[in-house]
T-cell receptor
Framework: SQQGEEDPQALSIQEGENATMNCSYK?????LQWYRQNSGRGLVHLIL?????REKHSGRLRVTLDTSKKSSSLLITASRAADTASYFC?????????????FGTGTRLQVTL | DGGITQSPKYLFRKEGQNVTLSCEQN?????MYWYRQDPGQGLRLIYY???????QKGDIAEGYSVSREKKESFPLTVTSAQKNPTAFYLC?????????????FGPGTRLTVL
């Protein structure tokens, strides 16, 4: 089963604009991670935010987490054509000895010149 | 050069055949994972291994098998019992499975059943 749902499913913006993607999940989590996937490639880890954190930054990326609403957002500022990719949120639940990632369905971002 | 590799990149299989997908890592990670991705979808966990000689079923293990005889290697066999095996398969590893650490992914194998 997929825990997270990203919104929107697809997003098209022009270079220089900001892109915001949202992720909602259903059950309590240990942490939430965002990954990027270029077409036909593996995933690359972008950022991890723990359940006791509200906001985290990494370069042009800003992630927020609202555990009361069970939602997270990923903001990419000053987007570039090279940011074109699919972005996935993944949640981690406390499962005892093993922590497994449960991925959402992803947001396809297209950045045009 | 540290990383995680998968082979082959593309694989074609006739119905009724078993095929094995390779996954190797030289990151000295304890935990390894296999995911399946269908078009326009997220990843679903097939199997994972926390340590050598140990592995557990994920959410969609039916029709698949794995082994973990070496720390570096976690091959996935897609058996003829898997009803709809055509998909993109991704292998990943992490330092250890506890604590929800970030996972490092291989480039994937695209399996097509003819």
């Amino acid at each position: 089963s997929q825990q997270g749902e990203e919104d929107p499913q697809a997003l098209s913006i022009q270079e220089g604009e900001n892109a915001t993607m949202n992720c909602s999940y259903k059950t309590s989590i240990n942490n939430l991670q965002w990954y990027r996937q270029n077409s036909g490639r593996g995933l690359v880890h972008l950022i991890l935010i723990r359940s006791n954190e509200r906001e985290k930054h990494s370069g042009r990326l800003r992630v927020t987490l609202d555990t009361s609403k069970k939602s997270s957002s990923l903001l990419i500022t000053a987007s570039r054509a090279a940011d074109t990719a699919s972005y996935f949120c993944a949640t981690v639940q406390n499962t005892g000895t093993a922590s497994k990632l449960t991925f959402g369905t992803g947001t396809r971002l297209q950045v045009t010149l | 050069d540290g990383g995680i590799t998968q082979s082959p990149k593309y694989l074609f299989r006739k119905e009724g055949q078993n095929v094995t997908l390779s996954c190797e890592q030289n990151l000295n990670h304890d935990a390894m994972y296999w995911y399946r991705q269908d078009p326009g979808q997220g990843l679903r966990l097939i199997y994972y291994s926390q340590i050598v000689n140990d592995f557990q079923k994920g959410d969609i293990a039916e029709g698949y098998s794995v082994s973990r005889e070496k720390k570096e290697s976690f091959p996935l066999t897609v058996t003829s019992a898997q009803k709809n095996p055509t998909a993109f398969y991704l292998c990943a590893s992490s330092i250890y499975s506890g604590g929800g650490n970030e996972q490092f992914f291989g480039p994937g194998t695209r399996l097509t059943v003819l």
